[in-house]
């Protein structure tokens, strides 16, 4: 008799393909989270650690120095300064002033790239992203310039007019760094919206364009829309870098008396810090701030990343 071997089909072999990706996206990640550890974990833990303690001296300030622990103390002091707590509507009026603003210039542009308004894009792309590299203390001196009366062309060319406008006044000073933002930030708001609308489907906006939508219904009621993530990321690094405003105030200060020492939170912490040595103080001032940008990018996150419901 013979025997007849049905031949069993082998099972793949493995290959260990996950395991090696996952030692080669570790060795990867490592680096990152090494130098985010002692760049940004690392700094938070020590100004916490800070905060928590204040220096004293005895002998009428003449003595020797003295290490205490206050707990909350600084953070009560800090939170009960008077202008601490303008700054931060000061700094609320800015927000309020330049998130939106920033954002609809940035759609603005972006929609006119990518309805093909414009000529030479390339060109039109890198000019409205040279402003973004140039460093904001550059930024700031240049504008510091053509805002001061008596040496600024602008100011000259409004009087020879009859208009008669003083940017740096305490009326129009905030409105002026706003300026000063929108003109450094917008190209770069510019790119991630534009990047966002080239990934939009051409079957989607042919469809518009048959169903009769014009340019402007088009980029307002689909194009938009389809791109709310790409706006929701914009949103929340807009408002982020609202909370660190300090390069422009403390730029302007040195040409204006609108604009003090502490006219806003950084600003305020920066004075703590180096003109009247309270580090403690200074610390806590930072935490406050860190934890304020915390609570509000989660707002923005929670607020972007809501569905539309049908």
């Keep these: 008799m013979t025997l007849l071997k049905r031949v069993q089909p082998r099972a793949p072999r493995r290959t260990g393909v996950s395991g090696t990706g996952g030692r080669t996206a570790a060795i990867f990640l ?3 989270f090494a130098l985010f550890l002692v760049t940004m974990i690392a700094p938070v833990v020590y100004a ?10 005895s002998g009428l300030g003449f003595g020797e120095t003295t290490t205490e622990f206050v707990g909350l103390g600084n953070y009560i002091s800090v939170l009960s300064d008077q202008s601490f707590i303008e700054g931060f509507g000061r700094l609320a009026i800015y927000c309020v002033l330049y998130v939106p603003v920033l954002l609809l210039v940035a759609l603005t542009l972006a929609l006119l790239l990518d309805a093909g ?32 009366p008596g040496v600024s062309p602008i100011v000259k060319a409004l009087a020879s007019g009859g208009i008669e406008i003083n940017f740096l006044s305490v009326e129009l000073v905030l ?15 510019v790119i991630i919206l534009f990047t966002a609308l080239q990934a939009v489907s051409r079957e989607v906006l042919e469809a518009a364009r048959i169903d009769g939508a014009g340019g402007i219904r088009t980029a307002i009621s689909i194009k938009t829309p389809l791109i709310a993530p790409a706006l929701g990321v914009a949103l929340l690094f807009t408002v982020i870098g609202s909370l660190q405003l300090f390069t422009e105030p403390r730029i302007l200060s040195s040409a204006t008396t609108a604009v003090t020492s502490t006219w806003v939170p950084n600003m305020w912490a920066y004075d703590a810090a180096f003109n009247r040595n309270n580090l403690p103080e200074a610390a806590a001032a930072s935490i406050v701030l860190a ?10 996150t929670r607020f972007t990343s809501k569905e539309p419901t049908s």
């Design 117 to 148: 308004v414009t000529y030479a894009k390339r060109t039109f792309q890198l000019l409205l992203f040279l402003p973004h590299a140039v460093p904001g203390v550059i930024a700031a001196l240049i504008w510091a310039y053509l805002y001061t």
């Design 30 to 32: 490592v680096p990152f």
């Design 175 to 189: 409105p002026s760094m706003v300026n000063i933002a929108v003109w450094e930030w917008a190209g770069y708001n």
């Design 48 to 57: 916490i650690g800070m905060s928590l303690f204040a220096e004293s001296r």
């Design 291 to 300: 934890a304020l940008a915390g609570v509000l990018s989660w707002a923005v």
